[in-house]
């Protein structure tokens, strides 16, 4: 099973950018699909955007389009979420996760077979 970590959190204003990475070990490098998500206080946890198997097509939701983009470097085996324009509602804590089979449902929290411990995300003025 892969292990993954992520980093890249913090404290931002509103309007300011961050961008998490996510360290996977453990596994072959682009031999499986990447997601992350998100979970705020009082909420589940949601998708917000995924790699496919072998990093050929990105998902997002309707939520993060446009702000946030997901990228993969499979020669240091990292998955970054790239988050621009950030907004208080995007305060969470944010988790990676790696599903090794080929097929799978990119917004589907039971597709996933390892998880990260999660980075914490605050924007706040």
């Known amino acids: 099973q892969v292990q993954l970590v992520e980093s890249g959190g913090g404290s931002v204003q509103p309007g300011a950018s961050l961008r998490l990475s996510c360290a996977a070990s453990g596994g072959t490098p682009g031999s499986y699909a990447m997601g992350w998500f998100r979970q705020a206080p009082g909420k589940e946890r949601e998708f917000l955007a995924a790699?496919?198997?072998?990093?050929?097509?990105?998902f997002y939701s309707d939520s993060v389009k446009g702000r946030f983009t997901i990228s993969r470097n499979d020669a240091k085996d990292t998955v970054y979420l790239q988050m621009n324009s950030l907004r208080p509602a995007d305060t969470a804590v944010y988790y990676c996760a790696a599903r090794s089979r080929r097929v799978g449902r990119p917004a589907v929290q039971d597709d996933y077979d390892s998880w990260g411990q999660g980075t914490q995300v605050t924007v706040s003025s």
């Open positions: 790699s496919a198997w072998g990093g050929t097509s990105q």
